[in-house]
């Protein structure tokens, strides 16, 4: 194996042999991310961390170059996300208004609503409510922005958050986040539990899932973003009320 620190001829090898492999990560990623993200983006994004992980390797490592270069890569793709806007406004305001519905509904029902109820409270019929999850794919259940909420000053994932200095999402994920969030996931309607599994722990894009589930693909990806917004929901009424 080569490693960065040899001849310039060396790197340029594993840049050729691996090049093949951000494209391949990106177009994972592409597939469980709104067509408003362009795959192009992602891919230089992912080259430049694949040339980060050329300069910074090492045999002594003790990994293969490749499983290195793969978490690079990754990685530089998912902060060129982070760094752009690139899910709208208005998506996110639709996604906050179902958010916001499922939790008076939950509160007001003792379980969670189902698609009908949450439709009803957004005065819309199914279908416009169908639709409306399928135009936001690819809604997060974090976003960096999270933790700076313009109007209040403080977001409810401050409330999971107890060492601001360091990362913020690495910090929630080693607290009570982390336990909130498996209780949230426990919560969910069995369906949108178990596309949560294949989607996250399986890896499977949403053309794979909709064949396991034996759905479409444009119904899985409706699923998904309400799954999302009723883990939202749930988090942020477990950190007003305490119950961690």
Same mark, same amino acid.
């Given at each position: 194996?080569?490693? /960065?620190?040899?001849?310039k001829d060396q790197k340029d090898v594993l840049l050729d042999q691996h090049a093949i492999l951000v494209k391949k990560l990106a177009y994972q990623l592409k597939a469980k991310l709104p067509p408003s993200v362009e795959l192009d983006d992602?891919?230089?994004?992912? @080259?430049?961390?694949?040339?980060?992980?050329?300069?910074?390797?090492?045999?002594?490592?003790? /990994?293969? &170059? !490749?499983?290195? /270069?793969?978490?690079?890569?990754?990685?530089? @793709?998912?902060?060129?996300?982070?760094s752009s806007d690139w899910l709208p406004r208005s998506i996110r305001k639709n996604m906050r208004d179902v958010e916001n519905a499922i939790s008076q509904l939950e509160q007001q029902l003792g379980q969670s609503p189902t698609e009908n109820d949450v439709a009803k409270k957004l005065n819309m019929s199914l279908a416009e409510y169908h639709e409306m999850l399928g135009d936001c794919s690819g809604h997060q259940l974090i976003y960096? !922005?999270? &933790?700076?909420?313009?109007?209040?000053?403080?977001?409810f994932l401050d409330r999971f958050q107890t060492d601001h200095d360091n990362d913020p999402i690495k910090?929630?994920?080693i607290g009570d986040f982390k336990d909130a969030l498996i209780g949230a996931i426990d919560s969910l309607p069995e369906r949108e539990k178990i596309l949560l599994g294949l989607y996250y722990e399986q890896e499977l894009n949403l053309k794979e899932i909709g064949a396991v589930m034996s759905v479409s693909e444009s119904r899985v990806c409706q699923l998904h973003s309400q799954a999302v917004a009723r883990l939202r929901a749930n988090l942020r009424e477990k950190s007003w009320t305490g119950a961690v």
């Open positions: 194996m080569y490693t /960065a620190h040899g001849k992602l891919i230089q994004a992912g @080259m430049m961390g694949l040339l980060d992980a050329v300069n910074r390797y090492e045999d002594t490592h003790g /990994a293969q &170059f !490749e499983t290195y /270069a793969a978490q690079r890569i990754r990685g530089a @793709m998912l902060d060129e996300l982070r960096y !922005e999270d &933790f700076h909420e313009a109007d209040s000053g403080e977001h910090g929630l994920l």
